[in-house]
């Protein structure tokens, strides 16, 4: 098993720029793949990046394409998302995922893949 805890989420100018980090537990995070998803209210938990757990392979939803950036550091146990150019539209609150999987170049970007989920940290940008 794996907990997760999100962190770095807050107020933001139109503009501005946010790096949400992810603390995970556990001798074993080097096998899962890890995700960041998240929900705007009203709107169904969408995904918004991926990687894979040997960080060398990612992915990211259009929406945030050029934008955000996934990374992860395994020596540390953590996952972190590097957003830039941020807009109202990217408001919501964000989860950090995991899923035990090893496979080199894929990413799942459904919600139900993944088994484990942080609490969730809110990111609001304002004008």
């Known amino acids: 098993q794996v907990q997760l805890v999100e962190s770095g989420g807050g107020l933001v100018h139109i503009g501005g720029s946010l790096r949400l980090s992810c603390a995970a537990s556990g001798r074993t995070f080097n096998t899962y793949a890890m995700g960041w998803f998240r929900q705007a209210p009203g709107k169904e938990r969408e995904f918004v990046a991926g990687i894979t757990f040997n960080g060398n392979s990612a992915a990211h939803a259009d929406s945030v394409k050029g934008r955000f950036t996934i990374s992860r550091d395994n020596a540390k146990n953590m996952v972190y998302l590097q957003m830039d150019s941020l807009s109202p539209e990217d408001t919501a609150i964000y989860y950090c995922?995991?899923?035990?999987?090893?496979?080199?170049?894929?990413?799942?970007?459904?919600?139900?893949?993944?088994?484990?989920w942080g609490q969730g940290t809110q990111v609001t940008v304002s004008s």
């Open positions: 995922a995991a899923r035990r999987d090893l496979r080199t170049a894929v990413i799942v970007a459904t919600s139900t893949g993944y088994n484990y």
